[in-house]
């Protein structure tokens, strides 16, 4: 079982990123996936989006609704988080996490750094 987050980088305010999310060694499309982000080390996990079997139903967490576009391609085994017009206080660790019942599965997560 594998998840592989991808896409972080150091970006300026109003800047955009796309975040990916591999999986491999599972059944990908019996899971919900969800991306959740830290701000640093200690502190808890916020989750970000979540996005059901097939994609059709997203929910997301209030300061990134109408920013932040979470998504899935069950072919090709990939989750996906476009954030827009990022601000400081999106920089953090973000993971993705897949979760069937009690099977609970985690990326390294990818850094994303918004700064002027």
């Known amino acids: 079982v594998r998840l592989v987050e991808s896409g972080g980088d150091s970006v300026q305010p109003g800047g955009s990123l796309k975040l990916s999310c591999a999986a491999s060694?599972?059944?990908?499309?019996?899971?919900?996936i969800n991306w959740w982000r830290r701000e640093r080390p200690g502190k808890g996990r916020e989750l970000v989006a979540?996005?059901?079997?097939?994609?059709?139903?997203?929910t997301y967490e209030f300061s990134v609704r109408g920013r932040f576009t979470a998504s899935r391609d069950n072919e090709e085994r990939t989750s996906y988080l476009l954030m827009n017009s990022l601000e400081p206080g999106d920089s953090a660790h973000y993971y993705c996490?897949?979760?069937?019942?009690?099977?609970?599965?985690w990326g390294q997560g990818t850094q994303v750094i918004v700064s002027s």
């Open positions: 996490n897949a979760v069937r019942g009690l099977d609970d599965y």
């Open positions: 060694g599972f059944s990908f499309h019996n899971f919900i």
């Open positions: 979540t996005i059901n079997y097939d994609g059709s139903q997203i």
